[in-house]
């Protein structure tokens, strides 16, 4: 059984944690499609999944969320162009230890401007 201090504690993380979620911006775009590149086998997809990117501001307590950064996305198998915030939909690969590096997709990549950065 926990003592009330660890009680107070865990119950302070979870609602910073909430607070936390709660000022994110809406997204009211429709979701975006990554496409893949030429010459990429589809069968290594097993499923796809939705990320939502967002763009912020700031650091620690003065970081804010903007809207309205131009992205680009591009790994070795997907790319897309979106404004944040966005969702994405991504493939999601099937991993098996027969594949080359496991089935594991390279490393995802996101470029973003916005006020001319």
């Known amino acids: ?26 997204v009211t775009a429709p979701e ?4 893949y590149l ?5 069968n ?5 999944r939705v990320a939502t990117v967002r763009s912020f501001t700031g650091r620690d307590r ?3 969320e903007f809207a309205g950064a131009q992205c680009q996305m591009i790994s ?15 493939p999601a690969f099937v991993q098996n230890r027969h594949l080359e590096n496991r089935g594991r997709p390279t490393g995802l990549r996101i470029s973003c401007t916005a006020n001319g950065r």
């Open 32 to 35: 975006v499609q990554a496409s």
């Open 44 to 48: 290594r997809v097993a499923r796809s």
């Open 62 to 64: 003065a970081r804010a």
């Open 76 to 90: 070795g198998e997907v790319t897309a162009q979106f404004v944040t915030p966005a969702k994405i939909i991504l």
């Open 1 to 26: 059984m926990l003592s009330n201090i660890p009680k107070a504690a865990f119950g302070l993380c979870t609602v910073l944690a909430l607070s936390a979620c709660a000022s994110s911006l809406e």
């Open 38 to 42: 030429a010459g990429f086998d589809q």
